[in-house]
C-alpha cells in the first residue's frame, strides 16, 4: 500500500508556510516557509523524497484553505503534476479563530491534519471560463452595492436638511425631479449635485452591466438554465446567472439537502449527551449564493399567493408544462410557508431564511431534473 503524505500550506501573497506529515501516523516530516511559487512548493516535495527514500513513491497531496489566491495557485500544481485540494475554511476543524495562539506555522499544521478530515469540504474548482463567469457576476453585484450606498447617502443627506419626500415611492421620475428641486445653495447645492451625478453613473452603469447578463443568460452553454430558474416567481436573469456561474456543476449534489447545506442554509446543531439542540443556519457556504438565494425569497413571497404578472408569463412562455407546473408548486408552495410561519409569530427574518432554504430545494430540483 502506497504512503500518502499531507502537506498544508498556509498561503499569502508572498509567502507560503508548509508542513508535511504523514498520513498513516500524523507525525509531522518536515515544515518549512518559502517564497510564493508552485515551484517552491515541487522543491520542498523533492526534499522529503531526498530525506526519506521510503517516500519516492509515496503520493502527497497539498491543501491550502480557500481565500485570497482563489484558483491559481491549484492549477499550477496540477500543471506540475502535484495534487492539489482546497478545503472550505469555515469547515476546518481547529481553524485558527478557536485558538488563542495564532501563527503561519501552526495554520500550515492545521490544514494538514484536515486535508483528509471527512468532515473538512472541499472547494470545487471551476473551469476558467467558469470562474471568469462568476467574477463578472460578483462584479455586478458589487456595482449593485454601490448604487445602494449612493441612494442611502443621498436619503440621509437630504433628512439631515429637513425634507422630507412626499411621494409614496422614491426613485422614481418624480423623486428625481423633487431632488434637483430642492431649494439649496452655496456647498450643500453643490454636494446634492454631485451625489446626484454619482447615482445617475451608478445607475447607467448598472443598467449597461445587467443588460450584459441578460445577453450572457441567453448564450448557449447557459440558456437552458437560465430559462428554467426563470420561471420561478423572484428569480430573474441576474439571479439565475449568479446561481448557474457559482454552482458550476448542480449534479454534484446528492440531494436538495446537499445543495442547502452548500449554501449555508441549513441549521446547525449543538449536541450533548442524549440532546440535540438545532442552531441557526450555518452559514458555512457560498456567501453570494446565500444572498442570491435569500433576495429571490423576498421577491417570491411578495403579492397574492399564485398570483402571476405579465413579467413572469413572459419568462415562462414556450416552457414545457412540466417545467411551468414545477416553478409554479415550488413557488406556491414558500408563499404559502411564508404565511404560515408568520402567522406562528415568527421573526420576518427567519421566516426569509426559512423560505431561502425551501426555495433552493426546488431550485435543485429544476436544475437536475428532479421535477417529479
Request: hydrophobic share 40%; charged share 25%; aromatic share 8%.
Amino acid at each position: 500500500m502506497k504512503s500518502i503524505v499531507y502537506i498544508g500550506a498556509d498561503v499569502h501573497k508572498d509567502t507560503y508556510s508548509l508542513c508535511a506529515v504523514e498520513g498513516a501516523t500524523g507525525a509531522i516530516i518536515l515544515e518549512n516557509k518559502v517564497n510564493a511559487s508552485a515551484k517552491k512548493i515541487e522543491g520542498f516535495i523533492g526534499k522529503i523524497k531526498g530525506m526519506r527514500v521510503d517516500l519516492n513513491d509515496a503520493d502527497f497531496i497539498v491543501g491550502y484553505e480557500s481565500g485570497c489566491l482563489g484558483y491559481s495557485l491549484c492549477r499550477e500544481l496540477k500543471d506540475l503534476g502535484i495534487e492539489c485540494v482546497i478545503l472550505a475554511t469555515s469547515t476546518i476543524q481547529g481553524a485558527a479563530k478557536n485558538k488563542v495562539v495564532k501563527n503561519d506555522r501552526m495554520d500550515a499544521r492545521m490544514i494538514a491534519t484536515n486535508i483528509n478530515n471527512t468532515q473538512c469540504k472541499r472547494v470545487h474548482i471551476p473551469t476558467p471560463e467558469e470562474e471568469a463567469v462568476a467574477n463578472y457576476m460578483k462584479m455586478v453585484d458589487q456595482h449593485k452595492n454601490a448604487l445602494k450606498v449612493i441612494k442611502q447617502e443621498i436619503n440621509a443627506f437630504v433628512l439631515r436638511l429637513g425634507f422630507r419626500f412626499p411621494g409614496k415611492s422614491k426613485w422614481t421620475l418624480k423623486h428625481i425631479k423633487w431632488l434637483r428641486e430642492l431649494d439649496l445653495d452655496g456647498y450643500n447645492k453643490l454636494t446634492l449635485e454631485e451625489y446626484l451625478h454619482d447615482y445617475e453613473t451608478a445607475k447607467n452603469n448598472l443598467e449597461r452591466l445587467e443588460q450584459n447578463v441578460v445577453e450572457l443568460s441567453q448564450n448557449e452553454k447557459y440558456k437552458e438554465k437560465a430559462d428554467k430558474l426563470k420561471c420561478f416567481k423572484g428569480i430573474k436573469e441576474k439571479t439565475a446567472m449568479t446561481m448557474i456561474a457559482n454552482t458550476f456543476d448542480f449534479d454534484r449534489f446528492n440531494s436538495a439537502n446537499a445543495f442547502a447545506a452548500y449554501l449555508g442554509l441549513v441549521p446547525g446543531e449543538n449536541s450533548s449527551g442524549q440532546k440535540e439542540n438545532n442552531t441557526s443556519i450555518t452559514k458555512m457556504g457560498n456567501s453570494y449564493m446565500r444572498k442570491a438565494m435569500v433576495e429571490a425569497a423576498r421577491a417570491c413571497v411578495k403579492g397574492k399567493i399564485g398570483y402571476k404578472g405579465k413579467a413572469l408569463k413572459a419568462r415562462q412562455a414556450g416552457m414545457s408544462a412540466e417545467i411551468i407546473g414545477y416553478a409554479d408548486k415550488g413557488t406556491e408552495r414558500i408563499q404559502r410557508k411564508y404565511h404560515k410561519l408568520l402567522n406562528r409569530g415568527m421573526p420576518l427574518n427567519k421566516v426569509i431564511t426559512a423560505c431561502a432554504r425551501e426555495f433552493s430545494c426546488f431550485v435543485w430540483g429544476m436544475m437536475t431534473g428532479n421535477i417529479y
